[in-house]
């Protein structure tokens, strides 16, 4: 990467820069390879973020379904976060997860389950998990709480192989006007569900898949209490990476865990020939990177500040700029042959592109993602019947309450008082845009445009040939559009 004029002697946001146009031979979007660079060859570099209230189970298998990564967070006990594990190991590589339910479950407690998952959809079993009908918005429209699915049930379904080809699935459900198709085994239980726009993202994406062929989760660990333990139970249950995660991450604390956990990673990995790789972080500065490089990390967290729930450069004027802050240390990692995932403030394609450009081999995304049904928190409606998920912040006070929960009460209350983070927040649903598959497809849409314009057909190549200006405020605001003309 390059800037267009001179090396600015101040530091930029995302917002600051743009990026020029190169000549360019890339002649489709779809030519444009975005392997990750950071060493894990994620088909999608994208990663969500280990904060509660967006990033679980469900988020974790739609996101690595389609490519990318979500890392579990830390303050979940371990025997809950192997369970999480090993449901996302169980889940469908291809088809999407089903949601299921019992032909006497009441058509209430089915609705608030259906809005779990953007396919809108439950699959009604029975028993031995054999699929006896559907029932969504459609059916329930105007149908009492208290009424039984199975009264009010689609039956007219339509059954495939969990082989099938996506694109054979696409046409059969257009064909059959059927708005999902139910993949069975040979025994005729429930596999798992695909819509058709499920089917076209099946052939745009590839799964990130362990070398089992079963879906990647990563998992977060703190850096206080026995963080070798709590890596050798989660190496144990299946996690395809470890990530060491503070706010402060340049500090013996996390120098110390992450000696302690190297060795524990290593011996897994001569026992199972599978080496996990260790992520720690955040720094903002190319010591910060060198030393955790150093300590035995494979990859480095780059972000103070910048989170959409995050006050602490409000509170201690602590921080820095994220784009300067991802292009040092990138650099500083390339030169050790590692690299680094630009953690937070993200909050439209472009930055995730910027990122990118300025050398990040992986974009991590928190409070964008919050605002989807595959977050973790209950979908809930505001006066004027918005939908919305309550976010909060892994600093907050909400938030170290729940880290805290097994110390004493005074404790607890100590702890609270020193928060850097906001404890609830409304992440609106985007009407357009109201699942996590959905926002990837923005995503990688405007993340492949840019690097048409740059020319280049891989991330590494992206990140090469990049040009990057700086444009005042006004710059910024001219590129915006207009939802409405400005008579």
């Known amino acids: 990467m390059r800037f267009l004029s001179n090396t600015p002697a101040h530091d930029l946001t995302y917002s600051d820069v743009f990026m020029t146009p190169n000549r360019s031979t890339v002649t489709s979007r779809l030519d444009v390879d975005l392997t990750s660079t950071d060493g894990l060859d994620l088909p999608l570099p994208l990663v969500v973020a280990n904060m509660t209230a967006i990033s679980g189970r469900r988020m974790a298998e739609t996101i690595a379904r389609r490519g990318g990564l979500a890392v579990l967070p830390q303050d979940i006990p371990v025997d809950v976060l192997a369970e999480s594990i090993a449901r996302v190991k169980r889940a469908p590589a291809v088809f999407e997860t089903p949601i299921t339910v019992a032909p006497t479950w009441p058509v209430g407690d089915t609705m608030t389950l259906i809005a779990k998952r953007a396919h809108g959809v439950a699959v009604v079993v029975d028993d031995d ?48 006007r059927q708005r999902i198709a139910i993949a069975v085994d040979a025994d005729g239980v429930l596999v798992g569900v695909m819509t058709a ?62 000696e302690s956990v190297v060795p524990v990673r290593d011996e897994f990995a001569a026992a199972t020939g599978y080496r996990v790789p260790l992520v720690a972080g955040n720094v903002v500065t190319a010591v910060g990177t060198e030393d955790l490089l150093e300590a035995g990390a494979d990859v480095v967290k780059v972000g103070v500040g910048p989170g959409a729930m995050c006050t602490t450069r409000m509170q201690t004027g602590v921080g820095r700029p994220q784009f300067s802050a991802v292009l040092e240390c990138a650099a500083a990692a390339r030169e050790h042959g590692r690299a680094i995932w630009a953690d937070g403030g993200v909050r439209y394609p472009r930055d995730v592109a910027l990122a990118l450009a300025a050398g990040a081999g992986n974009v991590m995304i928190g409070s964008w993602f919050a605002g989807t049904h595959e977050s973790t928190g209950d979908l809930l409606h505001d006066a004027d019947g ?14 170290v309450r729940n880290r805290t929960r097994h110390q004493s009460t005074f404790d607890r209350a100590q702890a609270a008082l020193f928060e850097e983070g906001i404890s609830t927040s409304k992440m609106y649903l985007d009407p357009q845009r109201p699942g996590v598959e959905d926002l990837v497809d923005w995503i990688t849409s405007g993340v492949r445009s840019s690097c048409t314009y740059a020319g280049a057909r891989t991330l590494p190549e992206f990140h090469d040939r990049a040009v990057i200006g700086i444009q005042s405020s006004s710059g910024y605001d001219e590129g915006q559009p207009l939802a409405s003309s400005w008579l």
């Open 386 to 399: 918005r939908a919305y998920k309550e976010n909060f912040g892994m600093a907050s006070a909400r938030a």
């Open 197 to 258: 726009r499920g089917a076209i993202r099946s052939g745009i994406y590839r799964p990130a898949l362990d070398a089992e062929g079963r879906l990647k989760v990563a998992v977060a660990i703190g850096i206080s209490g026995d963080s070798a333990g709590r890596a050798h139970e989660l190496l144990r249950a299946g996690a395809d990476v470890l990530v060491l995660d503070t706010a402060h991450g340049h500090q013996q604390r996390m120098m110390d865990a992450l």
């Open 129 to 176: 998990g054999v699929p006896l009908g559907l029932v969504g918005e459609m059916e329930t429209r105007g149908v009492d709480r208290f009424a039984q699915v199975h009264e009010v049930m689609t039956t007219t379904l339509t059954l495939v192989e969990p082989g099938t080809h996506p694109q054979q699935v696409f046409d059969t459900l257009t064909q059959n």
